[in-house]
């Protein structure tokens, strides 16, 4: 038995607009004002009664409670009513009806219907002038071609120019839409690097120091020795000094954000002697040796960025040496050459003795994160030292501008 066939839904009428229904309303009723009154707008027709003007105009009322809902069916009652006014004695109602009925169908009907009803208007009027020319052979023609022109070019130009502006109107709101949505789209892109640009520095500004004091406070605690305890709880405390020095700069640095707020001190390449001499300090107990190597040439000082990324570049690089690296010698070496900053921190690689504080890999990310930002280059591994030994090698370089360069 085959299966009945799914009945489809009809399809509903649109329902006019309410205020195409008012404007309706108004325009029938002045219309039937006019009629009451005898006013016509021409005489002797084929149907010359009285009530035949009446058909017209309420077809083309009907016409305009559908302008907005259903504008194609509306231009084309509308067009039946006004030709059929035509062998009535006419209402000025109506015509004025059309007019209306001409603009809603290109304002509020499909794109094709809004190029095509100015043309076709267009054509009609010129038509319509020629064929009485032909027939009549007088002025009175032209003034039909202009009163036929009035009631359906104009119309629909105006319409075209009408819809045209609220289209550029509705293209301006959407691309306002999409540029404040680019620019949140930056302002979370602007806050995300912030944020790591923060994280780097907080790491940066602390693993140093709290490297440092791991490694002297496990010291302290494996060796029962009052003198290395002593020693150990000395270190603790100026790394400890430090640390704190710097992370009230770094938090001063977040919350000044007024333009009175005198701007702090940033660290730069000026500082590796304290930095280097601080290691050593730090890695004594250790076996460390710190020896800095600077070759650069002198000359103007280096762009702000370049400085800051070195400096915790060398930092970083020392830090993981007092976590991690053998006992030897620990070598900074700072180069200056082909418009780039070259710095090389090596370090005895192998396994220590003694205490070691734990890594979580963060270091390398935030040296990687700062090179990559200043489209630098980075390489960090073991490699065969000079006497065959292997070490470890953290090499960057940084580039510092062909203007800056041909300045130094």
């Known amino acids: 038995m085959p299966l009945p066939r799914p009945l489809r839904p009809r399809r509903a009428f649109p329902r006019p607009h309410r205020h195409d229904v008012l404007i309706a309303a108004a325009g029938l009723s002045v219309g039937v004002l006019l009629w009451s009154y005898g006013l016509y707008t021409t005489g002797d027709r084929v149907f010359d009664q009285r009530w035949a003007a009446l058909v017209p105009l309420t077809a083309m009322a009907v016409a305009e409670a559908l302008r907005r809902a259903a504008p194609q069916t509306a231009l084309l009652l509308g067009t039946v009513a006004i030709v059929a006014d035509q062998f009535t004695n006419g209402n000025l109602a109506t015509v004025l009806m059309f007019t209306d009925v001409v603009y809603a169908a290109v304002v509020y009907g499909t794109p094709a219907q809004a190029r095509r009803i100015p043309y076709t208007t267009a054509l009609v009027t010129v038509a319509t002038t020629v064929a009485f ?8 023609a032209l003034l039909v071609g202009v009163i036929t022109g009035m009631i359906s070019f104009l119309p629909a130009v105006t319409g075209s120019i009408v819809r045209n502006h609220r289209e550029a109107a509705e293209a301006a709101r959407l691309r306002a839409e999409q540029t404040a949505l680019l620019a949140e789209m930056d302002r979370a892109q ?6 790591a640009r923060m994280a780097r520095e907080l790491h940066d500004v602390v693993a140093n120091h709290l490297s440092a004091i791991a490694i002297h406070s496990t010291a302290a605690l494996s060796l029962d020795d009052p003198g290395t305890t002593r020693q150990a709880l000395t270190v603790i405390r100026e790394n400890s000094v430090a640390g704190l020095a710097e992370m009230r700069r770094l938090i001063g640095l977040l919350r000044d954000s007024g333009a009175e707020t005198e701007p702090a001190a940033t660290a730069s390449l000026a500082g590796l002697d304290a930095l280097v001499a601080q290691a050593g300090t730090n890695g004594a107990a250790s076996g460390l040796r710190f020896v800095l190597e600077d070759a650069r040439r002198d000359g103007p000082g280096l762009p702000a960025p370049v400085e800051l990324a070195a400096y915790r570049i060398v930092q970083e690089a020392l830090t993981n040496a007092l976590k991690h690296a053998a006992p030897g010698e620990v070598r900074v070496a700072l180069a200056r050459a082909d418009g780039a900053l070259r710095v090389t921190v090596t370090s005895p690689y192998g396994d220590r003795p003694g205490p070691r504080a734990p890594g979580s890999g963060a270091g390398l990310v935030g040296m990687r994160e700062r090179v990559a930002l200043l489209d630098g280059s980075l390489e960090a591994g073991p490699v065969a030292g000079h006497e065959g030994a292997e070490v470890w090698r ?8 062909a203007g800056e360069e041909e300045r130094a």
């Open 394 to 401: 953290v090499r960057a370089e940084l580039p510092v501008g």
């Open 190 to 195: 602007a806050v995300a690097a912030e944020r």
């Open 133 to 140: 020319l032909v027939w009549w052979q007088n002025a009175i």
